[in-house]
């Protein structure tokens, strides 16, 4: 079993839907990163948590220590969303990554 | 926010050669920096973890003798693939933390070995 769990693996979905992806992790942490991995490969950092919640235009980002969870949302989904959405958990000098979720959204 | 500029974004060699990647923090002191490897629709795998300053840590399976790298300054570091093969065609990231725990990426570097 991975340290870093996500779910769904593949989500294709509407332009306009709610978008909520899940990540689990069973160590513990320092902060979670979620990021986004554009087809070319780049990555950009979407949030960095350690508890709360985060919100940063249409994307909201949310962690609970206690369930070892966190959760990424994104409001009003448009076809530019179109990515992979890591998750990945820092655990002292290590960081920990899900496989990522590979989301579509359809025009 | 925090830059990390990886170079090039993408490299064609010929086999054998060695071929060098360049991460740079631009407005920020990356005292720790990792470099990853990712296989084609599979999540980045941590090759190593440098400090500034001190000899890179690799992870179990990655060849420190064939993956140098370097972490000379606390704004670059680099990782050389030496004497390269197709096998190691792959997409390379790196990414830098500074003394927060937040880490900043690089846009990664796709290396094609022929």
């Known amino acids: 079993k991975n340290e870093v769990e996500q779910s769904p693996q593949n989500l294709t979905a509407q332009e306009g839907e709610f978008i909520t992806i899940n990540c689990s992790y069973s160590v513990g942490i320092s902060a979670l990163h979620w990021l986004q991995q554009h087809p070319g490969g780049g990555i950009v950092s979407l949030f960095m948590l350690s508890s709360g919640k985060k919100k940063h235009g249409r994307l909201i980002a949310t962690i609970n220590i206690q369930e070892k969870h966190s959760s990424l949302h994104i409001t009003a989904s448009h076809p530019r969303d179109s990515a992979v959405y890591i998750c990945?958990?820092?655990?002292?000098?290590?960081?920990?990554f899900g496989k990522g979720t590979r989301l579509h959204i359809l025009p | 926010g925090a830059v990390v500029s990886q170079h090039p974004s993408r490299v064609i060699c010929k086999s054998g050669t060695s071929v060098k990647i360049e991460c740079r923090s631009l407005?920020?002191?990356?005292?720790?920096m990792f470099w990853y490897r990712q296989f084609p629709k599979q999540s980045l795998m941590l090759m190593a973890t440098?400090?500034?300053?001190?000899?890179?840590?690799?992870e179990q399976g990655v060849e420190k003798d064939k993956f140098l790298i370097n972490h000379a300054s606390l704004t670059l570091s680099t990782l050389t693939v030496t004497s390269a093969h197709p096998e190691d065609s792959s997409f390379y990231i790196c990414?830098?933390?500074?003394?927060?725990?937040?880490?900043?990426f690089g846009q990664g570097t796709r290396l094609t070995v022929v």
């Open positions: 407005d920020f002191q990356a005292t720790t």
């Open positions: 990414s830098a933390r500074g003394h927060s725990a937040e880490a900043f």
């Open positions: 440098s400090n500034e300053g001190s000899k890179a840590t690799y």
């Open positions: 990945a958990a820092f655990r002292d000098d290590k960081i920990i």
